[in-house]
């Protein structure tokens, strides 16, 4: 079973403070993402990743930065919390698009964060 | 960024009824259409995906309906069922050739006895 594992599924934070978010995945897949999920918009992609060191801008990049510095592992950062980032975050991964992978996107359970 | 209309927000259900999903979308150079099924606390799960050379795809109690020249797919429920009750999203791809989603504002599932 593929498992993608969210470091926390609760987290409070202050505004103003640097936040990592830790997203570990063990099926060794090319892709990664991260999104969030607010109520009445569905889920928003913030930034993804197709290989090691490699990241690309989603929909909503704004207020957020990303590490891949292993295949198996990527980082959501706010520089600077603020309070319209509390939110859902959910991490998913996918293996490299052709024909038939490219149908399954895997997901963490997500980390609930409020910002103060 | 491609928009994705999907309908209802929420929906009641009698248990044993039938539920249909819609969702509407813009581009149509996409050769891939999923639904996605999310529980309470969980992360969302693939549930049934259709490809657009066949106008529907059936699992179980699951039905996707694929309507290419009115771009809109739709999600059957049969024999809905009380564990069936979960947030249910389309999720076509944003861009052919590239692995982004770009998910629906969901659907909330209620099934009652």
């Known amino acids: 079973d593929v498992k993608v594992t969210q470091s926390s599924r609760y987290l409070v934070k202050r505004t103003g403070e640097k936040v990592f978010l830790e997203c570990v995945q063990d099926m060794d897949h090319e892709n990664m993402f991260w999104y969030r999920q607010d109520p009445g918009l569905g889920l928003r992609l913030i930034y993804f990743?197709?290989?090691?060191?490699?990241?690309e801008k989603g929909d909503i990049p704004e207020g957020y930065s990303v590490s891949r510095e292993k295949k198996e592992r990527f980082s959501l950062i706010l520089e600077s919390a603020s309070t319209n980032q509390t939110s859902m975050y959910l991490c998913?991964?996918?293996?490299?698009?052709?024909?038939?992978?490219?149908?399954?996107?895997?997901f963490g359970s997500g980390t609930q964060l409020s910002v103060l | 960024q491609q928009q994705v209309k999907q309908s209802p927000q929420s929906l009641i259900v009698q248990k044993g009824g039938i539920s249909i999903i819609n969702c509407a979308y813009e581009n149509t150079a996409f050769d891939y259409f999923p639904w996605y099924q999310q529980f309470p606390g969980k992360g969302p799960a693939l549930l049934i995906a259709?490809?657009?050379?066949?106008s529907e795809k059936k699992e179980g109690r699951f039905t996707i309906s694929f309507n290419k020249s009115a771009k809109q797919f739709s999600l059957h429920i049969m024999d809905s069922q009380p564990g069936d009750s979960a947030t249910y999203f389309c999720a076509p791809p944003s861009n052919f050739g590239n692995e982004k989603l770009t998910f629906g504002t969901g659907t909330r599932l209620t099934i009652i006895p």
């Open positions: 259709i490809r657009p050379d066949v």
């Open positions: 998913a991964s996918s293996p490299r698009w052709d024909p038939s992978p490219r149908e399954k996107l895997f």
């Open positions: 990743s197709y290989d090691v060191k490699m990241k």
